[in-house]
């Protein structure tokens, strides 16, 4: 099913292709490389405010969207722990990039957490959006930033995922249009098909990993910001300070940053505080390296 491709000024469109993949990518600006990692169920577009502001700053913003998502074509359906992870290494290899910094919203985050730890040396500086450090312990109170997971480890093709965009995620739910712009690809059957591939294959098996400790017992490489909205109910700043601890026990560099009115879905909520959180995180990797 063709499904027109969204407009965002100043971005050009690639296929890369990679073994079993054709990767769509989106890329805007020119220097260093800063590989953007959407969340769920978003795409590539998701970045359609902050790339170009990137970009104004002097760098290369690429944005593919992953398997499952989007406008990327994949041979097989299947999506386990690291699949995604894997594509990100071919992409990174096929585009010629050795060293890139790296940004992920959500289960961006999650390939970008991955990448990070076993491959720290191509990895510059990382950014976390919405997404707990792994190393954090865990709480009851964590609880309700699961209470999707049912509906989607057993989601039904065809099944509208609109909901998910509503008021406990977003500061101001998203407007109709753009949250038909961020479902419009799951009409391909290949990527409605893909969401329980995603949560079975990739977000238990590693979750489980998580609580029990993996993350604990290996140790953070890149200088790592974990940017939170203020108003993510799933997660506030004392509960996530608190469960973190001391992040030096984990990570060589590791900060949080917590943004004013903005929620779960921060990129739309606060595109612009975003941006200047990730700059500035760059900048401070960049003193100090």
């Known amino acids: 099913m063709d499904t027109p491709m969204p407009e965002a000024s100043g971005f050009d469109h690639l296929t890369i292709a990679t073994r079993g993949l054709a990767s769509h990518v989106a890329v805007v600006g020119e220097g260093a490389p800063v590989v953007m990692l959407h969340g769920f169920p978003q795409h590539w577009w ?22 499952g998502a989007g406008w990327t074509v994949a041979e097989s359906p299947r999506i386990e722990r690291e699949t995604r ?48 450090p792994p190393f954090m312990s865990f709480s009851p109170k964590m609880l309700g930033a699961l ?12 099944r509208s995922l609109a909901a998910i965009f509503g008021e406990a995620y977003a500061v101001r739910p998203l407007a109709p249009v753009t949250v038909e712009t961020y479902l419009a690809p799951m009409r391909r059957p290949e990527v409605d098909a893909a969401v329980r591939w995603l949560y079975r294959g990739m977000v238990l098996p590693e979750a489980v990993r998580i609580a029990r400790g993996a993350y604990t017992a290996q140790r953070l490489r890149p200088p790592t910001l974990c940017a939170f909205g203020r108003r993510d109910g799933a997660y506030s700043e004392a509960d996530l300070r608190r469960l973190t601890g001391d992040p030096t026990r984990y990570a060589d560099h590791f900060e949080f940053a917590f943004i004013d009115d903005a929620s779960h879905f921060i990129t739309d909520d606060a595109p612009e505080a975003v941006s200047e959180v990730i700059l500035e995180h760059f900048a401070r990797a960049d003193a100090s390296a």
Not at 51 to 57: I, Q, V
């Open 46 to 67: 998701q970045w359609r405010d902050i790339g170009p502001r990137l970009a104004e700053r002097g760098y290369r913003v690429i944005c593919p969207d992953l398997r």
């Open 85 to 132: 992870r894997h594509d990100l290494v071919a992409l990174l290899d096929a585009m010629g990039f050795d060293r890139v910094r790296l940004v992920g919203h959500d289960m961006g985050a999650m390939a970008a957490m991955q990448l990070a730890y076993t491959d720290p040396e191509r990895v510059e500086a990382l950014v976390w959006l919405a997404a707990p």
């Open 147 to 158: 209470r999707h997971l049912p509906p989607l480890v057993w989601h039904r093709p065809g």
